[in-house]
C-alpha cells in the first residue's frame, strides 16, 4: 500500500494545510514534525517514550544503517520496523544528503558518488539505483531518491548542472524501485536561485512521485533565503501529494513552512541541542547548563504534560547534565520532541480556525526570550 | 520512623534468612539487590524503570552529591527523594569508599581525611562528623558511618590501627546523627583477618547501630577471601538487625553472601557492565560486542521478563552498542539489574523451601557459560 495525503483544512489566508498521512503503518495527521532516528534510534529514547510524545513518524539514515549494521542484516532482522521495535511508519532519506556532509573527500559522476566512508576511510560508492536498493532493504514506509545537495552558496552554473543531474538520478532512482509497499519522494533542489527550484520543481513532479521533498535548506543560509527556497518551489508541487522540508526543526522554521504550505519536517535539533543541556521554551531556548538553575525546582515549562515536566525540576536536570549523567539528555530529549509536536498541534488547531497568520505573530513575539 | 527488620523464614541448612525491612518510604523483603544512582541516578534509568525491574531500594553516594551539585542544594530541593524524583527507600554510604578510591594523594589523621577533589583538585577535607552532616542533609533513609576502607592486602599492624579509628569515628559519627527519621549503620572492617573482623564486628555492634555493614570486600581479593571475610563477621552481628555486604554485586557472591545470612547488597557491576555491552544470562555472562550476535534476533535471555527480553533482540542491542548509541546500555542495564533482583527473589523462595544450597549448586553449574 503507498501512502495517501487526504487534505482536511486548508488556511485561507496563507498556503497552510491540514490532512492524514495514511501509511501501511498507521495515519497521522499534518502538519507533523519526525524525530531522527540516524542509527536506527531516536538517541536515547525508546519507541513508547516517542508514541507519548505524540510522535507519529520517525525518520532514519541510509547512510548510516548502510555502513552499520548494514542493511542486509537489518532486511534479516525483519526490516527497520522489526530491528528498532518501532512499529509505526518510518521515513528514510536516500544517504545523499549524509555524502555530501560527512564523506570527505568526494568525487561526483554521472553514474554516482565515490567517496570514503566517516568510520573507517574505506572506499565507497553510492548511486540512485543503490541508494534505493538499500531502500527497498531497509523496508521503510516513505523513501527518497538519492540527490545532490550542494553547499551554500554554489554558482548558479554549478547549481543549474547539479539539479539536471539530480532529475536524471531521480529517474534512475524511480526506474530501480521496486517495492510497492514503499512509497518514493522525489526532491527538489536549486538552492537559493528562483528559476531553478521552479525548473527542479516542474521536472521532479513530472516524474509522478508520492511525494516531493524540499532539500538543500537549513544549509549555512540566512532565514528569509530559506524561507524563499520555500516559496520558489512550493507554487509547483501538487496539492494532493504531501511536502516534506528537509532537516527543518527550529520552532520558527516550522511555522514558516507550515504557513507555505510543508507538511513534513525533520531534524536533530531537538534531540542534539537537549544532549547539551538545551531546551525549547515558548520563551526561547534556554540553557540548563546556566548557573541560575542550580536551585531552580520548577519543571522546564509549566503547564507542559510531558513526562520530563510532570516529574522533574531544572535543577535536577541541571545536575544530569554538568555531572555528564545521560539521564539528562534523555529528560529534555523527550521535552524538546514533545514541544516540536505539539506546535504541530498547535498550528493544525490554528489552520482549523484561521488563526496561523496571528499564532505566528505571538509565537514569535513570546519566543524572543531565552537564554541560549 | 527507624528502619525495622522484620525475620521471617530461615534456612535451615546455612545461616540465610528472609525478612521485610520496613522504612520510611515503604517495606521490602531481604535478601535485596540495591541498585547504585551514585549521582542521584541511577545510570540512564527512571525510577518507573527500576520499579518495573523490581528495584525496591537505590543507593546514592555521598561523596559525589557533596562535591556535586552539594549537599545544600540538595536539601534545598526538599532532600535526595523529591531531588531525584524518587520516592522509594533510598541509602547513602558514607563517602569513605570513594575517599578512599577515587581522591589521591589523602592524609589519613585522627579528625578525618584531608585529600584532593577527583573533579577540580580542590582541597577537602572529610570527618565522620561531616559524613553525617552531609548525610543529614541529604535525606536518605539509611545512612552509614564515616569508615576507613584500607586497600587489599594491608598489613595486619595497619588494620588493627585503621579498625580502631574507625570504631572511633562510628562512636563520633553516632553521637554527630540527629535525624531521628534516618537509620544508621555501622560498618565492620578488618581485611582478611579473622580476630580482627570479629574485634570490628563486636565493638561496632556495642555501639547499637540500626543495621550493620561489611565493608573493605570486593577490593581486589581472591573469591574464597571475600567470603571468609564475611564468616568471621556474620557471627557476631545480632540477628534482628540488617546486614548490607557493600560492593558486591556478582551472581555468584550474592548466592554466598545469602548463604552466610547477608541480607543486603548493592553494586554498579549491572549497570557498569551494562554500558560496556555485558549482559547476565543464567549461563554465564555474555558480551553483545561479539561478533557472533551480529544477526541474533533472540532476546538476551529467552523467558525474561524485563521490557528489554520482551521487546528487542541481541542482534539490535550489539548494533547500539557498536554504533555508540546510549539506549543500548540502557537496554541492557534493565535487564542487568532485573537479573539480579529476580535473583534475590528467587533466593528468597529456595530459603523457604529450604533449597538453598541445591539451588547454588544449580545456578553455579549453569552459570560457568558464558563468553564475557
Excluded at 500500500?1 to 486548508?10: A, T
Excluded at 509505526?88 to 556532509?101: E, H, K, R
Excluded at 568526494?106 to 574505506?122: L, M, P, Q, R, T
Excluded at 545536575?319 to 493544525?348: D, P, V
Aim: hydrophobic share 35%.
Amino acid at each position: 500500500m503507498k501512502i495517501k495525503h487526504e487534505l482536511k483544512y486548508k488556511d485561507i489566508n496563507c498556503q497552510a494545510r491540514t490532512g492524514i498521512l495514511h501509511t501501511p503503518k498507521g495515519s497521522f495527521e499534518t502538519p507533523m514534525f519526525m524525530p531522527v532516528g540516524t542509527q536506527a534510534t531516536v538517541k536515547m529514547l525508546t519507541p513508547e517514550e516517542l508514541n507519548k510524545c505524540g510522535s507519529a513518524i520517525v525518520l532514519s539514515n541510509t547512510y548510516h544503517l548502510w555502513l552499520r549494521p548494514g542493511e542486509d542484516i537489518v532486511k534479516e532482522a525483519g526490516g527497520l520496523h522489526k530491528f528498532m521495535n518501532y512499529n509505526g511508519p518510518i521515513l528514510t532519506d536516500s544517504g545523499g544528503f549524509q555524502v555530501f556532509s560527512l564523506a570527505q573527500p568526494k568525487d561526483i559522476k554521472e553514474d554516482g558518488v565515490y567517496f570514503k566512508s566517516h568510520i573507517d576511510g574505506s572506499s565507497l560508492f553510492l548511486s540512485p539505483e543503490k541508494a534505493i536498493e538499500i531502500q527497498n532493504k531497509l523496508g521503510a514506509d516513505i523513501i527518497m531518491s538519492f540527490d545532490e545537495c550542494p553547499p551554500f552558496p554554489s554558482t548558479y552554473e554549478y547549481m543549474k548542472e547539479s539539479i539536471e543531474r539530480t532529475i536524471r538520478w531521480a529517474i534512475r532512482g524511480k526506474k530501480a524501485h521496486n517495492n510497492i509497499k514503499q512509497s518514493l519522494f522525489g526532491i527538489v533542489q536549486g538552492g537559493a536561485f528562483e528559476d531553478l527550484r521552479k525548473h527542479s520543481a516542474l521536472e521532479t513532479v513530472k516524474l509522478d512521485f508520492d511525494g516531493y521533498s524540499i532539500g538543500g535548506v537549513s544549509v549555512g543560509e540566512d532565514k528569509d533565503t530559506m524561507y524563499k527556497m520555500i516559496d520558489y518551489a512550493i507554487p509547483y508541487l501538487p496539492e494532493d501529494k504531501p511536502r516534506y522540508l528537509m532537516g527543518v526543526g527550529d520552532p520558527i522554521d516550522i511555522i514558516e513552512g507550515v504557513i507555505r504550505g510543508v507538511d513534513m519536517f525533520d531534524c536533530v535539533l531537538p534531540t542534539r541541542i537537549a544532549r547539551h543541556g538545551s531546551a525549547f521554551t515558548k520563551k526561547g531556548r534556554i540553557n540548563l547548563k546556566n548557573s541560575q538553575y542550580k536551585t531552580n525546582w520548577t519543571p522546564i515549562e509549566e503547564n507542559c504534560e510531558c513526562y520530563t515536566c510532570q516529574n522533574y525540576t531544572k535543577g535536577y536536570i541541571r545536575h544530569l547534565i554538568t555531572a555528564g549523567e545521560t539521564l539528562g539528555g534523555r529528560l529534555i530529549s523527550i521535552h524538546n520532541i514533545r514541544f516540536l509536536i505539539k506546535l504541530t498541534e498547535e498550528l493544525r488547531q490554528k489552520i482549523k480556525e484561521g488563526q496561523l497568520l496571528e499564532f505566528k505573530k505571538e509565537f514569535k513575539k513570546e519566543y524572543m526570550g531565552g537564554d541560549d
